[in-house]
């Protein structure tokens, strides 16, 4: 059965929308709040943090109200990235952490991305359960009056994270006379990103660290890399690290402002890993991933999975194969040695870590070449327009065409109202014909 509220990473949608609006977070609080309460029958606690949208004011109340309503004991730790949340939910013993964020969607967006105790992302099991849970009556739910929640704000978060973070590398790494811009998106990483490369001693230079509450998102972070290519050139970086909204998002910029993304990245790490007998069994990627890293990874003997969009999915696949690296395109990208779940700031490290004995950013990332790809976003009323014949008929008639010298894939956003289109192939001419023909029908 499908979900009514959940889709590929938590919850999301527009701000006063039918789903992202107090009424439904006080019902998700109350839900989750009585699913987890019931999992665990000492501490009742439930962790929460965001990111700097406006919205966050109004949203945040409702979620406390609700999960307080359940019974559970309540800490908000305000903006702190995404991996944050879910390493302080599993150092903290808490039943629950709750992510208020729509990651690199625009300020009128929000959402919710909810942890388990063991700082993993809920499985498709769990989150059909809260669903029959807010589909309950409100009553069914609530505690009685002497067993209500309490909520305390702790203000200790981020450098309790930093901490963290800093704890898997040696004592004496340091990234003395490096000169890094740093994009925060103006989202939930501003306050730790810049202070982490600080305090091990590099040259900063942080833009995307003044939020206002609209201006996440817009014109910078790792969605409009040419915001830290151009911040590159003008400070004469060694390199970039562009985060998005909620900060689980890394894309890279090196010293000659060529954009590196996530596939980059992930090919890149996986051989210095395998080089290094870190690498266990091989590399996740998913259905969006290049073309040619598939190949890459064949010829480096690196074994290679594809599994569903969203970091959840990479996850759930590491897990069953044992592997301890996998990631996206877009530049979520776990370390399973560290992390259970997408952290920039946790890559940026692993990459400068990489380059401490004076390695070039361009050099570490050129082992890997892309497949020409073009990645289209559009706009509809309704995304099942996807299934509509015409439209079915005119894939089928690119992936004819393209039959053994590319790959297309055409999806349903899972966080807004989009069909994503991807057409990759050496031929840029086929490629061209290939995403008109799909395009042009959609519209």
């Known amino acids: 059965m499908a979900k009514k509220y959940f889709g590929t990473d938590g919850i999301r949608g527009t701000v006063n929308g039918k789903n992202i609006n107090g009424d439904m977070f006080f019902k998700f609080g109350l839900a989750s709040g009585t699913y987890f309460k019931n999992q665990k029958k000492n501490k009742q606690i439930a962790i929460i943090a965001k990111d700097t949208r406006l919205s966050g004011y109004t ?7 609700g999960l307080t ?67 309950k009556k409100i009553e069914n739910n609530l505690t009685q009056p002497k067993k209500l929640g309490r909520v305390k704000r702790l203000e200790t978060a981020n450098h309790e994270y930093i901490k963290i973070l800093k704890k898997n590398f040696p004592k004496n790494f340091n990234l003395r006379g490096l000169r890094i811009v740093i994009d925060c998106a103006n989202g939930a990483g501003y306050k730790a990103a810049p202070e982490l490369l600080k305090s091990l001693g590099a040259k900063v230079f942080a833009i995307g660290i003044i939020p206002n509450g609209v201006n996440i998102n817009k ?37 000659k402002s060529n954009i590196i993304d996530g596939d980059q990245i992930i090919a890149a790490l996986a051989v210095r890993w395998k080089r290094k007998k870190m690498l266990k069994g091989g590399v996740i990627g998913t259905l969006m991933s290049n073309y040619n890293l598939e190949k890459f990874f064949k010829e480096k003997k690196i074994k290679f999975i594809r599994s569903n969009v969203g970091d959840r999915y990479v996850k759930e696949k590491m897990q069953k194969h044992k592997f301890n690296l996998g990631g996206e395109q877009s530049g979520h990208i776990i370390l399973g040695k560290f992390a259970t779940t997408g952290d920039g700031l946790l890559v940026a490290l692993e990459v400068l870590f990489s380059l401490r004995k004076g390695s070039k950013c361009s050099d570490f990332f050129k082992t890997f070449v892309k497949t020409p790809q073009i990645l289209e976003n559009i706009e ?24 053994n010298q590319g790959r297309i894939l055409v999806r349903k956003s899972g966080t807004e109202s989009k069909i994503r289109i991807m057409v990759e192939s050496d031929n840029k001419k086929l490629l061209l014909n290939c995403l008109n023909i799909i395009k042009n029908k959609i519209k």
Not at 59 to 65: D, F, G, M, R, Y
Not at 223 to 238: D, E, F
Not at 380 to 401: F, G, P
């Open 380 to 403: 509809v009323k309704d995304r099942n327009i996807i299934n509509n014949i015409e439209v079915r008929a005119s894939i089928k008639k690119a992936e004819t065409l393209m039959k």
């Open 69 to 135: 309503s359940a019974g559970m004991h309540v800490y908000t730790l305000g903006p702190l990235p995404t991996n944050g949340l879910a390493m302080l939910t599993k150092k903290m013993k808490a039943n629950m952490g709750i992510m208020i964020t729509a990651s690199h969607n625009p300020y009128y967006d929000n959402g919710l991305k909810l942890f388990g105790p063991d700082g993993l992302k809920l499985s498709d099991k769990i989150e059909k359960q809260i669903e029959k849970l807010i589909e």
């Open 219 to 255: 014109n910078c972070g790792s969605t409009n890399p040419n915001k830290i290519k151009n911040a590159v050139k003008k400070y004469k970086a060694h390199l970039g690290i562009s985060l998005d909204g909620d900060a689980d998002r890394i894309i890279i910029c090196d010293e």
């Open 59 to 65: 949203l945040e109340p409702a979620l406390v109200s």
